[in-house]
């Protein structure tokens, strides 16, 4: 082709080419998630639960994951009841204990999202009494997998663990669908053995955003607990931006503790 023709052929094509674009980062598909294990009823609740509410409605977050929640004859279910208090959020708990019976304990999700599906799981082994609560959500219409637990708590259980971790990530399906976020109460420190299938597709938001905030411990130590970090967020690797993440409910207020454990919190947005 002569080389005036071929640059005539190319400005004709010059206005279409400039119609393509890359899209921008939808700002519209972002979310704040949380974890929090609220310890039940231990302590004194009805001082701890004003501390709670407070909390989480600082975090204002569109996911609220609570381990350690308690319902029975004269207590409300306590997941139920956050949500109350907070407004707008709906829940999904899960309990080994049958729904009939008075006292039951478990796990929460709370969410102020569309909510597309929801489902559960009993972790291995079945005598430990832990349990996977999944829930799909909508973030602008982009579905996003929530998959919210509370694993085995012995140091020594790292075996259990990584059982009950197998479990989760066949629960949780294939990668290539919709997102997941991962997090609850883990028990151990995101490095250890047993969450070396979780590392290998997943990321740890906390460490990933701050490092100074993911080198404190989530467990309180005035309740005698160890220094550990073993609540965590952990996002699927490449389906999501860490925009931020820290610590929440991680000072006492006025000598009490909102909990035994702070929360995680973490702001992300869907890619």
Known sequence: MP????????????????????????????LTVVTFNIWHDMGDWPERRPLVIAALR????????????????????????????LGGYSVHFVSVD?????????????????????????LRPLEDSRT???VRVSVNGRPVRIAATHLHHTPEGGALRDSQVTDVLAAIGPQNE????????????????????IRDGFTDALQSADPAAAARSTLVTDH??????IDHIFVQRGRFDILSARLAADQPVAGVWPSDHVAVVARLRVR
């Open 3 to 30: 080389n005036r023709r071929r640059l005539l052929v190319l400005a004709a094509a010059l206005p279409l080419a400039a119609c393509v674009s890359v899209p921008a980062a939808d700002s519209t598909a972002e």
């Open 98 to 122: 049958p729904p009939g019976q008075a006292r039951r304990y478990g796990n929460a999700v709370l969410t102020r999202l569309p909510v597309l599906e929801t489902g559960e799981r009993r």
């Open 132 to 134: 996977l609560a999944t």
């Open 178 to 197: 919709a997102p997941i976020i991962l997090l609850g109460d883990f028990n151990a420190p995101a490095e250890a053995p047993e969450f070396k299938s």
């Open 58 to 85: 600082d975090v204002d977050a569109d996911v609220i994951a609570l381990q350690e929640v308690l319902q029975d004859a004269d207590l409300p279910n306590q997941a139920e009841d956050i949500a109350r208090a």
């Open 224 to 229: 005698g607990h160890r220094s550990k970090r």
